[in-house]
């Protein structure tokens, strides 16, 4: 037998005001939640991503008949305003703006809806700022449009069941993220962040675990390249919701299939 609780505040004027102190304090749970097909992309870094790779998303896209593209993160790099120093004085954060309105220009042709996550180097800039403002008041001065539209939140819920995020968590394991987060959420994992792409399952075997790897250009970044390290190599890839069912494409797609 239940048990029921008396949640009459009224009765208890100090639990009353208590209420109306925590009310003033938001609730995290305004996150996206999206329908129908979708391609989803991520990582781009810009301005180090790969024109190659970001190509052929909109050309599958297009083929496909997708309107809707959802960016799982870090669409910017944010290296001019890193803890570490950039050797190149002309890589300033203009610059690296600049290169993201292009981009995103060029999705809004294509797209009807452009979704926007924050990724942890989107996040560099509200902690080179001190929280000065939101990635969504800077979007909506840098490319207002309403199409364009930028969440706060790492993560979005697409036809009730697939989770699109840039996790907190990264694993040199491939698909052991995604797999624990798709145990936890009871939901299909489509994930950026771990720069590798993998396709799993969660242990009951019933949600898809998958990370898509990113549209970057690996050779633009100095801290992969000059030095050797045990790192695991990155992967290009992006995914694509189309009927419900989850395509992750990569280096080994046959893309005539496709296009």
């Not at 209420?19 to 003033?24: I, M, P, S, V, Y």
């Not at 800077?138 to 539209?149: A, F, G, K, S, V």
Request: glycine fraction near 6%.
């Amino acid at each position: 037998m239940g048990v029921t609780y008396n949640t009459e505040f009224k009765n208890y004027p100090y639990l009353e005001k208590m209420k109306r102190l925590a009310d003033e304090f938001p609730s995290y749970d305004t996150f996206e939640k999206l329908e129908g097909d979708a391609l989803i992309i991520s990582d781009l870094h810009a301005p180090f991503f790969s024109p190659e790779w970001v190509c052929r998303a909109m050309e599958v896209a297009k083929a496909q008949e997708i309107k809707k593209v959802i960016i799982a993160g870090d669409v910017l790099d944010g290296k001019s305003i890193s803890c570490f120093k950039c050797a190149d004085k002309s890589h300033t954060l203009q610059m690296e703006f600049t290169v993201v309105r292009q981009i995103l220009m060029a999705f809004l042709e294509q797209f009807d809806d452009v979704y926007l996550l924050t990724g942890n180097h989107d996040e560099r800039v509200a902690r080179f700022t001190e929280q000065q403002f939101t990635l969504s008041y800077l979007y909506q001065h840098i490319l207002p449009d309403r199409r364009l539209h930028v969440s706060e939140y790492a993560y979005c819920i697409l036809n009730g069941d697939i989770r699109i995020t840039h996790p907190y968590n990264y694993s040199s394991v491939p698909g052991s993220v995604p797999r624990g987060l798709a145990s936890k959420y009871l939901q299909h994992i489509v994930m950026g962040h771990t720069h590798r792409v993998a396709v799993a399952f969660d242990a009951s075997g019933k949600y898809m675990a998958c990370e898509i790897g990113g549209l970057f250009d690996a050779k633009k970044f100095d801290w992969i390249n000059l030095k050797d390290n045990r790192a695991p190599s990155w992967n290009n890839g992006f995914a694509m919701v189309k009927d419900g069912k989850i395509t992750v494409f990569h280096d080994g797609t046959h893309w005539d299939s496709w296009m």
